[in-house]
């Protein structure tokens, strides 16, 4: 079985739920998908695939804790699970996670550390710090694992530091890293901020998603640039931490879906029981779902 990790769709426009997020919107003018991607045509897309579950990250076209398509989306489609968006400085925040928490499906939440909190999901800054301000709601914390919720962090390599900090104050938690953390084939490994991930590895809790694999390399398919970081983070949690995701549609401008899986079998020294537990057993047993 096949299970995308890390993909995206949404509703159209309502006046109960406008387009909100300029930018965003831009971006996907540029997608080779309908401008309304909806669960439907993801379902269409998988099918043609050969996927077979999925997990429909929150899209913030709308105001971006407006969770309402991405819990409808899990509770109405037994093969799509739902990552949700919560402001843990927000009001309420613990009792707004635990209320998307309740809906069947929905198996975490998503926090975008790589964005500024006054521009969250318009654009990226490697130098956003909100993350460590982050740590003291605790409150919001204890929601996380009142209800078994995944926290899916998307943060860029510069930022791991901040997110270390996170792990060590609630290590009981369960975390997926997002896009390789936005590091490039020219990121060193071995040394550096991507090289903190070594010390995120020694904590049971933690994954990491190699998604978004198109984005990352600046080679096309099979992306042969990006394999070392592959192997790398495979040394070092191991396959059952590693964790693929597609990251489709929002890959669609520079790849096909079938791209976006299919370069795991071109990485030279993965078995066939590497790519098992890349491509959706190691998801489903880091987040409980087996």
């Not at 009001?91 to 550390?113: I, N, S, T």
């Not at 550096?192 to 080679?219: I, Q």
């Amino acid at each position: 079985m096949v299970l995308d990790t890390h993909t995206h769709a949404w509703g159209p426009a309502s006046d109960a739920h406008p387009w909100v997020n300029g930018p965003l919107l831009a971006a996907v003018g540029e997608f080779d998908v309908h401008t309304v991607y909806t669960a439907e045509r993801l379902l269409d897309d998988m099918d043609r695939t050969g996927i077979d579950e999925a997990v429909v990250v929150g899209y913030p076209l709308p105001e971006w804790t407006d969770n309402y398509y991405t819990r409808a989306v899990a509770a109405e489609h037994d093969r799509l699970y739902g990552i949700v968006m919560v402001d843990p400085f927000a009001e309420g925040a613990a009792d707004h996670l635990r209320e998307c928490m309740a809906v069947d499906g929905v198996v975490g939440v998503r926090l975008g550390a790589a964005c500024p909190y006054d521009r969250m999901w318009e654009t990226f800054d490697p130098g956003a710090t909100w993350l460590r301000d982050a740590v003291a709601e605790t409150a919001f914390w204890e929601a996380a694992v009142e209800t078994d919720a995944a926290v899916q962090i998307l943060c860029d390599h510069r930022q791991l530091d901040q997110a270390l900090a996170l792990v060590e104050a609630y290590p009981e938690l369960t975390y997926l890293f997002d896009h390789f953390a936005h590091a490039g084939p020219e990121t060193p490994t071995d040394e550096g901020t991507f090289a903190r991930f070594a010390e995120l590895a020694e904590y049971d809790g933690v994954a990491v998603k190699v998604s978004e694999m198109p984005h990352a390399s600046n080679a096309s398919f099979p992306y042969a640039d990006m394999r070392d970081h592959v192997r790398w983070l495979l040394d070092r949690f191991g396959r059952e931490r590693v964790i693929w995701g597609s990251d489709y549609p929002n890959v669609s401008d520079v790849a096909t879906y079938g791209e976006s899986l299919h370069w795991l079998r071109h990485v030279e020294g993965l078995s066939e029981a590497d790519r098992s537990w890349i491509g959706g057993r190691s998801f489903r047993r880091h987040v409980g779902l087996d």
